[in-house]
């Protein structure tokens, strides 16, 4: 699995909003419209964690993460930079491998 720009190069799965696995959390300097954020302005790691968030309480977006193929090329706006494609990515070998998605507070994976 890889990500790429979804103008710059071909990919088999677009992760850019308005997909299913687009991110909802903008990264641009505006409010965030959805609700649990109440207008929170995130900063693009913020966002990346808040879509991380998401999915780690979402079983249907778990479900699309666990269907993308191994060989997945994930289109998205944002790359090469950081970019909640590896969010999926991550996510996708955490589901395959049966591991628990962890919350995510602070800098750090609690449970660990």
Known sequence: M???HCKRESYTNYIGRPS????????TGEPCPVAH??????DRIGCIMAFYDDV??????????RALPED???????APKPCHGSVIEGVWYLLHEGKELLEWREGKLLGE
């Open 72 to 78: 997945a090329v994930l289109g998205c706006w944002c």
């Open 2 to 4: 890889r990500i790429v």
């Open 20 to 27: 299913a696995l687009g991110n909802q959390h903008p990264c």
């Open 56 to 65: 780690r309480v979402s079983k249907e977006l778990q479900d699309e993460i």
């Open 37 to 42: 954020c109440k207008g929170a302005i995130h």
